[in-house]
T-cell receptor
């Protein structure tokens, strides 16, 4: 299957700082990328959907000014958690879907574990 | 909106067969997907049903009945490495909505 990478895999930051997470599709062009958040022992909650070159669509309850998403190219999307607080500590996972094949499969990155002190 | 229900935990014996059920509510979707996630890892795609019926992929099979708003994942010849969380998910045009996940524990 297609490969999606995320960087960093783990980050610890102080409260009030901003953290940027990168999601890259390595061997295909990702027309759509998704950002999920997963708290321990819970399901993946979709935060936003981004299409290359357009503004992200945020799910209800997700603050777009706090979670900045940029999908500047067909292989890269970034999520920036601004003014992070301890309650933002979570496992952030991106996934990507290409412009070929079916809509049924998303390729997930390995995730980024964010800890805000 | 969309919602899915699946059991929170299932325990099965190595070598046996286990079925994980998923019921859902939605106003429309393309199909039902299944994902596997090991602790600390990212989800990996297992199977997809766009049409009613059974889809088989090796030891894993998945079933969908749109009229019953119901699907299941069947795992055969269970192995210890199958211990993981399994999520059913509704695939729509722009997004996938995940269920809460079923934690499968395979015991010797």
């Amino acid at each position: 299957g297609a490969v999606v990478s995320q960087h960093p895999s783990r980050v610890i930051c102080k409260s009030g700082t901003s953290v940027k997470i990168e999601c890259r599709s390595l061997d295909f062009q990702a027309t759509t990328m998704f950002w999920y958040r997963q708290f321990p022992k819970q399901s993946l909650m979709l935060m936003a959907t981004s299409n290359e070159g357009s503004k992200a669509t945020y799910e209800q309850g997700v603050e777009k000014d706090k979670f900045l998403i940029n999908h500047a190219s067909l292989t890269l999307s970034t999520l920036t958690v601004t003014s992070a607080h301890p309650e933002d500590s979570s496992f952030y996972i991106c996934s990507a879907r290409g412009n070929s094949g079916s809509y049924n499969e998303q390729f997930f990155g390995p995730g980024t574990r964010l800890t805000v002190l | 909106g969309q919602s899915l229900e699946q059991p929170s935990e299932v325990t099965a014996v190595e070598g046996a067969i286990v079925q994980i059920n998923c019921t859902y509510q939605t106003s429309g979707f393309y199909g039902l997907s299944w994902y596997q996630q090991h602790d600390g890892g990212a989800p990996t795609f297992l199977s997809y049903n766009g049409l009613d019926g059974l889809e088989e992929t090796g030891r894993f099979s998945s079933f969908l009945s749109r009229s019953d708003s119901y699907g299941y994942l069947l795992l055969q010849e269970l192995q210890m490495k199958d211990s993981a969380s399994y999520f059913c998910a509704l695939s729509g045009y722009q997004k996938v909505t995940f269920g809460i996940g079923t934690k499968l524990q395979v015991i010797p």
